[in-house]
């Protein structure tokens, strides 16, 4: 992908202060370290998280400086990598889990959906599972099956579950941190394409406000359409909002952060705006999250929208081998080709 | 929260979990020990008896918790037949495996039930008939596990097994002296959530109790089409001992469990325990077992009726007589008239609360589909209480 560096987060308008970039994954890794040093009941650990620093080194040193009872390798068992997590979550502690790729986290599906989603109303909120799973997800990595998928769905339609997706290496820092500190479930989806994106920041990353975990962001603004996407799409409908600008089209980008809840507060806003909206997502769209906006949005704003919601995501196969993954996921052009229909009414 | 006190071991090392420095083995083996106890069923021996020294006064009362519990469980299946509980899945015939297992540990260790623990979570102090709410439809849980240091009951067979597992791994990351114990039948011992945490507990050196009611019968399917070998042996794969009991005499399982708490305790790492028992019952009440055994599968077993076992252990030792069974009897009877009170008193809460429940800090978005949900209401009727249909 060729944006590489954020532009839209208004930090880096900023002009006197000396600005530092940081990758998405460098954020990651501060965050996870802000985490152990300020709250001594935070732990990490899943495969690989120790001396290896995981498989995309997002967990890299923090052994190191924490020590192998704060971070540690567990054996490669997804489920009950999940499950520890919520006995100790019983215990009182802070369990930070890791799962390698997004897949790999369906053997824990049982215990996040029968458990962890429900253990709070099953113990009448006398159990808070107060924990963070960590998947990095969604494709463009060139890689071999179960590697690229994006499961967000699975998860966004159980209750009991908060699940986020950051966009940018700010969001990735706040969002964590967030949901580190938040006493409920949170599954953390990391866009893993993004891992190497930067961002120049004229302030630390923890110096900035912490977002709060249910609002959306609008990383752009616009007036004739909005794009709405979430983590790995957001840099693509930012890029495709650049290239309509170059056209005299103005289109409002709007970052979820939030999946479950959608803020629809923020999204109602901007459609009542723009009265035209694109959804754009690497999930499949058939029951992605497009089409819950759709169907809020249309009955919500019947009146309002001049064109039926477009929805951009991947098609109703399995994720493809790589050689073909950018023909099926959301780029500039099929979005602009969304916004085009949307103003064609 | 009403946690009891526990004493912190002192090592400070700072190793990973599974590499612990807590100096296991240094005495000798409680399990071994216990194990020598045994006969070749399963069962403590005269000796063993003797050796594990548990006083009369303890017996009969092992006795008569068994014999509570029995009532309180017939007591379960007349109010689902009288239609006052949707489901019920009796425990008789596993009295004294739940009791001894109860009984053999301290206040301060921790157990995981599965669904059929009741007697269990009796012995713990939880209110029978606050436990039956939950299977007359009023709510998904009805105590608070810090109250009583008991879980609560799970359905997904086996995925309760290794939440005890990290919450032991907590225990010893907090250098506390205690044992968790965590109940399942043989069923569980075909899931993978199983063989994980076996797997996890064995690296991690967690000190818990795996402690297995095997009572021959997953639904339908009988023992030899479930394991193939002995429960009791898996634990060797895993780097931990197993051994098999009687779970029909209340005294083995006491002296068991006990031995495996006090390994737990002292940083020894898990147990497994097969406690042989029998379902005597059918699954719930949604289940026929006519139509998979006979009264010839089941004789054998009712023969080693775990009460009748007890009685015979206690008229050995002159501590029983009929005016003791009959005080325990009406005691059971007490016990279970109030739990029939209690539950059919219980008042069901506000349909919207369920929305309360669902998150410690619920987003706005949530709250507002509940005022949405609660606006569909009918309003509440303060002369008539809180009825909520």
């Known amino acids: 992908m060729a944006h590489v560096t954020e532009t839209t987060t208004g930090v880096t308008q900023a002009t006197a202060s000396a600005t530092t970039t940081v990758t998405m994954g460098k954020a990651l890794n501060l965050a996870l370290h802000d985490a152990l040093r300020d709250d001594p009941r935070a732990l990490i650990f899943g495969e690989d998280v120790g001396q290896l620093g995981g498989v995309f080194r997002i967990t890299d040193g923090l052994q190191a400086e924490f020590g192998a009872t704060r971070v540690f390798n567990t054996p490669l068992a997804e489920a009950t990598i999940a499950a520890t997590a919520l006995g100790l979550t019983i215990k009182g502690f802070h369990p930070i889990a890791e799962m390698q790729f997004d897949a790999f986290s369906y053997p824990a599906f049982q215990q996040v959906t029968s458990n962890i989603a429900k253990y709070h109303t099953r113990t009448g909120g006398a159990c808070p599972v107060s924990l963070v799973i960590r998947i990095p997800y969604g494709g463009l990595i060139g890689a071999i099956e179960q590697h690229s998928e994006s499961p967000e769905t699975y998860y966004v339609h159980t209750a009991g579950l908060k699940v986020v997706t950051p966009a940018t290496p700010a969001d990735a820092y706040g969002l964590l941190t967030a949901a580190i500190r938040d006493p409920d479930p949170v599954i953390f989806l990391e866009p893993k394409a993004r891992y190497w994106s930067r961002q120049d920041l004229t302030q630390p990353l923890e110096s900035l406000p912490l977002p709060p975990l249910d609002k959306a962001r609008i990383a752009r603004t616009g007036t004739d359409a909005t794009i709405v996407a979430y983590g790995p799409t957001v840099a693509t409908a930012l890029a495709a909002a650049e290239a309509a600008q170059q056209e005299g089209v103005s289109l409002e980008v709007v970052d979820l952060r939030s999946l479950a809840p959608i803020d629809f507060e923020t999204l109602m806003a901007s459609a009542r705006k723009t009265r035209r909206v694109v959804v754009a997502h690497e999930a499949p769209v058939y029951m992605g999250l497009g089409a819950e906006i759709a169907a809020r949005l249309t009955h919500d704003l019947f009146d309002t929208l001049v064109a039926p919601v477009e929805r951009i995501g991947a098609a109703t196969t399995p994720y493809p081998p790589s050689r073909f993954e950018k023909l099926f996921l959301p780029d500039v052009d099929r979005i602009l080709e969304a916004v085009d229909r949307t103003r064609e009414y | 929260m009403a946690k009891a006190t526990v004493t912190r071991h002192t090592t400070g090392k700072d190793a990973a979990p599974g590499q612990s420095a807590d100096g296991a083995n240094t005495t000798a083996d409680p399990i071994e020990e216990i194990r020598a106890l045994l006969g070749p069923d399963g069962a403590l021996t005269e000796e063993g008896e003797r050796v594990v020294g548990v006083d009369d006064a303890t017996l009969r009362d092992l ?265 325990v009897a009406a005691e059971g009877e007490q016990r279970a008239a109030q739990m029939r009170q209690t539950l059919l008193s219980a008042t069901p809460p506000r349909p919207e609360s369920v929305f309360d429940l669902v998150f410690a800090n619920p987003p706005a978005a949530l709250m507002r589909e509940k005022a949405e949900f609660a606006a569909t209401l009918e309003p509440v009727d303060e002369t008539q209480g809180t009825e909520g249909e």
């Not at chain 2, 623990?117 to 039956?132: K, S």
């Not at chain 2, 634990?235 to 399982?253: K, M, Q, S, T």
Request: glycine share 10%; hydrophobic share 40%.
């Open chain 2, 63 to 327: 006795y008569r918790q068994m014999v509570v519990c029995r009532r309180l469980d017939q007591e379960g299946l007349n109010l689902q037949r009288q239609g006052e509980l949707g489901l019920w899945g009796p425990f008789t015939g596993h009295e004294a495996a739940q009791v001894g297992a109860v009984r053999a540990l301290d206040d301060a260790d921790w157990i995981f039930p599965f669904y059929r623990d009741f007697a269990m979570a009796v012995c713990r102090g939880i209110d029978p008939g606050a436990i039956l709410t939950i299977f007359r439809g009023l709510t998904h849980g009805a105590w608070n596990p810090h109250t009583y240091r008991f879980a609560p009951f799970i359905i997904p067979v086996g995925t309760q097994i290794p939440h005890a597992v990290g919450f032991a791994l907590g225990c010893k990351l907090d250098h506390e002296p205690i044992a968790t114990l965590v109940g399942f039948g043989e069923g569980a011992t075909s899931t993978g959530d199983w063989h994980e945490a076996m797997n996890f507990a064995g690296v991690f050196q967690a000190p818990v109790i795996f402690f297995c009611e095997n009572n021959q019968w997953a639904i339908s399917v009988p023992i030899r089409e479930q394991v193939a070998g002995r429960i009791a042996d898996r634990a060797a794969g895993y780097g931990f001992p197993g051994l098999r009991v009687d779970g029909g005499d209340v005294l083995a399982v006491y002296a068991v469990v006990r031995a495996a708490a006090a390994r737990a305790r002292a940083g020894g790492g898990p147990t497994l325990i097969e406690a042989l028992t029998y379902r005597f019952g059918p699954h719930t009440t949604s289940d026929d077992p006519t139509r998979y055994r006979t009264a010839a599968d089941d004789d054998a077993w009712r023969a080693n009726d775990p009460i009748t076992r007890c009685a015979e252990r206690l008229r050995a030792r002159n501590a029983y007589d009929d005016a003791f069974a009959s005080e």
